[in-house]
């Protein structure tokens, strides 16, 4: 059974930084396609970041200068690293596996993923 469990989420101010954490069981983090996604309330959930199977970072372009998405095998961890934190990235964050991905897998729609976690909130202030 595969299991998602996103930490990391909190308040900061803007420009700040923050580092989520998707704890995963029953899915290897390494040698698996994983993303992340965020969501504003009424909005679509939006891909920001993935990992594929060969270990290659895929960002969304609204925020590539800002964010580094990262594994720990050891701990088997996704990471997000999000920098210089603007209100606007707000949002509600998951991860994600998407177990059945396959070449030019499309990373950043939500439909591509069979897993999810529960959520962590990102709230940034002006």
């Known amino acids: 059974q595969v299991h998602l469990a996103e930490s990391g989420g909190g308040s900061v101010q803007a420009g700040g930084t923050l580092t989520l954490d998707c704890t995963v069981t029953g899915y290897n983090v390494r040698g698996n396609c994983l993303g992340w996604f965020r969501q504003l309330p009424g909005k679509e959930r939006e891909g920001v970041a993935a990992?594929?199977?060969?270990?290659?970072?895929h960002y969304a372009d609204a925020v590539k200068e800002r964010v580094t998405i990262s594994t720990e095998r050891d701990k088997n961890i996704l990471y997000l690293h999000l920098n210089s934190l603007k209100p606007e990235d707000s949002a509600t964050w998951y991860c994600?596996?998407?177990?059945?991905?396959?070449?030019?897998?499309?990373?950043?729609?939500?439909?591509?993923?069979?897993?999810w976690g529960q959520g962590t909130q990102v709230t940034v202030s002006s």
């Open positions: 994600a596996a998407s177990p059945g991905c396959y070449a030019l897998w499309p990373w950043e729609n939500k439909d591509a993923y069979d897993f």
């Open positions: 990992i594929d199977r060969f270990g290659t970072a």
